[in-house]
């Protein structure tokens, strides 16, 4: 088998494919991520080379194959309660405006990757609840969508082991919504049904239509962004807008902001954090 050395016009060929397909923009001199990202599927799908794998992705004759790089290439980092400030936010400013709706509350999780945000969130209704019986008699629904096919499986599934366990996760939360797996000899734990129950994933393109996930009352689409072109950026935020109502709330990233990006949000500083309201 020959090395996995990617050539600079191969490099180029691989990020144009990549930022078409998905949106990701790599930048320069990113050849290492890409042969970290890509080797084991050079052995899983006998193929020569990274080299040779990028030849082939790109002449788009292998859907099982395109589905498995893209897979590869989406960044799923993630944990509980990422950066506090956004579920603090939510459980004592926004919940208690829609407590009273006797429509469902909808929530998106946008590139939600393993499904800890979608869950964080559900969690945070959850312990609103428990505080203010009636709130909510509309029913709660959250949708998380992400590109990645191998991500949603992991949502759907709700077990974590105790890697994932660990980040973000109180000890109290564990106790409260986690139960040991059904399957046999598993350290892993599953999030019980009342958590479960709240979400839906499904796989979403954020480079393409919203339609099937329809209107929501408020938007999570949280360090995505930051790995798109300027003008993929735009267009997304774009159709988030079409997805809210008037002052319908959006959370992005702690390190990204809309300025220069779009026109339709203001933003809201709280203490701490921030988020943005799409304009009436």
């Keep these: 088998m020959s090395d996995n050395n990617i050539g600079a016009q191969e490099?180029?060929?691989?990020?144009?494919?990549?930022?078409?397909?998905?949106?990701?923009?790599?930048?320069?001199?990113?050849?290492?991520?890409?042969?970290?990202?890509?080797?084991?599927?050079?052995?899983k799908y006998n193929i020569d080379s990274v080299s040779a794998l990028i030849v082939k992705v790109t002449a788009n004759r292998d859907v099982q194959l395109h589905n498995a790089v893209i897979n590869a290439m989406t960044t799923n980092e993630t944990l509980w309660f990422r950066d506090t400030y956004p579920f603090d936010i939510l459980k004592h400013t926004l919940l208690p405006t829609y407590a009273p709706l006797r429509t469902p509350l909808r929530i998106w999780s946008a590139a939600c990757s393993s499904g800890q945000e979608a869950y964080s969130i559900a969690m945070i209704i959850a312990e609103y609840k428990r505080q203010h019986p009636g709130a909510f008699m509309g029913g709660v629904q959250i949708v998380?969508?992400?590109?990645?096919?191998?991500?949603?499986?992991?949502?759907?599934?709700?077990?974590?082991?105790?890697?994932?366990?660990?980040?973000?996760?109180?000890?109290?939360?564990?106790?409260?919504?986690?139960?040991?797996?059904?399957?046999?000899?598993?350290?892993?734990r599953r999030l019980k049904m009342e958590i479960r129950k709240m979400v839906i994933?499904?796989?979403?393109?954020?480079?393409?239509?919203?339609?099937?996930?329809?209107?929501?009352?408020?938007?999570?689409?949280?360090?995505?962004?930051?790995?798109?072109?300027?003008?993929?950026?735009?267009?997304?935020?774009?159709?988030?807008?079409?997805?809210?109502?008037?002052?319908?709330?959006?959370?992005?990233?702690?390190?990204?902001?809309?300025?220069?990006?779009?026109?339709?949000f203001s933003m809201l500083r709280c203490h701490p954090g921030l988020y943005y309201t799409k304009k009436s």
């Design 144 to 188: 998380g969508t992400d590109i990645s096919s191998d991500m949603i499986k992991h949502c759907k599934a709700a077990q974590y082991d105790s890697i994932a366990l660990s980040r973000g996760l109180s000890e109290a939360r564990k106790a409260q919504f986690f139960e040991s797996s059904e399957a046999p000899g598993s350290v892993n």
């Design 11 to 43: 490099y180029l060929v691989f990020c144009q494919f990549l930022e078409h397909q998905c949106g990701i923009v790599l930048g320069d001199n990113k050849q290492y991520l890409v042969r970290s990202r890509l080797s084991p599927l050079v052995a």
């Design 201 to 264: 994933f499904m796989p979403i393109n954020l480079l393409d239509s919203f339609c099937k996930v329809g209107k929501f009352d408020m938007v999570f689409c949280r360090n995505v962004l930051i790995y798109f072109s300027t003008r993929s950026k735009q267009k997304i935020l774009q159709k988030i807008a079409a997805c809210l109502p008037p002052e319908g709330p959006l959370f992005v990233g702690a390190s990204e902001s809309l300025s220069s990006l779009s026109t339709q």
